[in-house]
């Protein structure tokens, strides 16, 4: 990436490029071996034993059609898990793409939206290969009408909080700003994966499995970011 004749100025500024897409190629290799092996756990029934468990946990020992806690808890949790449903992301994209082209991000606004696009596809793609039934196990507190594994609601949340939240960190000047931006993205993206098995609706190994792939396209997409930036430096650098 790094041009000989570039001032060295410059050289500093894509030789941090360079480490910090490095790191991010190593985490999104990480979470690709994630997917595959929580899915290859799941295909064997090793996930089986601690998917039962931690799903009765969050159940009434006497009532496993009542989740534990109070009846706000469970309509609260029926609100977080809206937010990482197709309706709510696919507006919160359109919005978010609208913005960033009005403030002249095309760039943010084209890796969103390709983004999303790949983790929706992906996730229908992997849902139907691995053709995994939702739980019965407790009785389910939101509607369904797709496979279960991986969980696109986490996945979905995972790809779009997360990217969302590198996109804007990218034109933000403050670090304690970019920390909070960081840790916003990623308490949404948990809770939306804690709400699915909270209702039941997904086996906590479909909601790993759907983080490890939402996080897979959001590591890409902040790839894709880097790559720009080094070689926007490299043609500032021959100019």
Not at 38 to 64: F, K
Not at 83 to 99: M, N, R, S
Not at 142 to 167: C, I, N
Request: hydrophobic share 50%; glycine share 6%; aromatic share 10%.
């Amino acid at each position: 990436m790094t041009t000989p004749d570039a001032p060295p100025v410059r050289k500093s500024v894509l030789r941090r490029i360079e480490t910090r897409a490095l790191l991010i190629w190593l985490a999104c290799a990480a979470a690709i071996w994630g997917f595959f092996n929580i899915a290859s756990e799941m295909v064997e029934g090793d996930t089986t034993a601690m998917d039962q468990h931690l799903l009765l946990m969050l159940r009434q020992p006497g009532n496993l059609s009542d989740p534990i806690g109070p009846r706000w808890v469970e309509e609260s949790m029926r609100d977080v898990t809206a937010l990482g449903g197709f309706t709510f992301l696919t507006l919160a994209t359109i919005v978010a793409v609208l913005l960033f082209s009005f403030h002249g991000k095309r760039r943010q606004a084209w890796i969103l939206a390709g983004t999303v696009l790949a983790a929706q596809v992906s996730s229908e793609v992997l849902k139907t290969f691995y053709d995994r039934p939702r739980p019965t196990l407790v009785p389910h507190g939101s509607f369904v009408y797709t496979q279960s594994f991986p969980s696109g609601h986490s996945a979905l949340s995972a790809a779009v909080f997360l990217t969302l939240a590198t996109l804007i960190a990218s034109v933000e000047k403050r670090a304690s700003s970019k920390i909070l931006i960081y840790v916003l993205a990623l308490l949404v993206t948990v809770a939306v994966g804690f709400s699915r098995v909270y209702l039941g609706v997904h086996w906590p190994s479909d909601v790993l499995a759907g983080w490890s792939l939402g996080a897979t396209w959001a590591f890409g997409a902040w790839i894709v970011l880097e790559w720009m930036r080094s070689r926007d430096v490299s043609r500032e650098s021959r100019g």
